[in-house]
Nanobody, 121 residues
């Protein structure tokens, strides 16, 4: 049973920064998703083999997904945070090869328990 563990969530004010971490991160496909209260889980960013990041439009230019292979850790660096970024952030991974990219939420095989990010006005 694969268990992904996220960390780094917290509470910040608008304009602040946070860095989320997820381990282990040795999977071909890895991603960050988020789910706000009353909303569906949505993609934030994806990365394949530690390269070729893909971002959802609302976070482009503010968030960066990266992977440190030596530490087997996936990161999500978040800057210029806004109240609408408030959500539980989940790490996801897929080991099996996919013929499509970017992946859909249903394509991911493993999920973490999530970490709360709260951005106050």
């Amino acid at each position: 049973q694969v268990q992904l563990a996220e960390s780094g969530g917290g509470s910040v004010q608008t304009g602040g920064s946070l860095q989320l971490s997820c381990a282990p991160a040795g999977y071909t496909y890895m991603a960050w998703f988020r789910q706000a209260p009353g909303k569906e889980r949505e993609e934030v960013a994806q990365i394949i083999s530690g390269n070729f990041p893909s971002y959802t439009d609302p976070v482009k230019g503010r968030f960066t997904i990266s992977r440190d292979d030596a530490k087997s850790t996936l990161y999500l660096q978040m800057h210029s945070l806004r109240p609408e970024d408030t959500a539980i952030y989940y790490c996801a991974a897929r080991a099996r090869l996919s013929t499509t990219w970017p992946l859909e939420i249903g394509d991911f095989e493993y999920w973490g328990q999530g970490t709360q990010v709260t951005v106050s006005p």
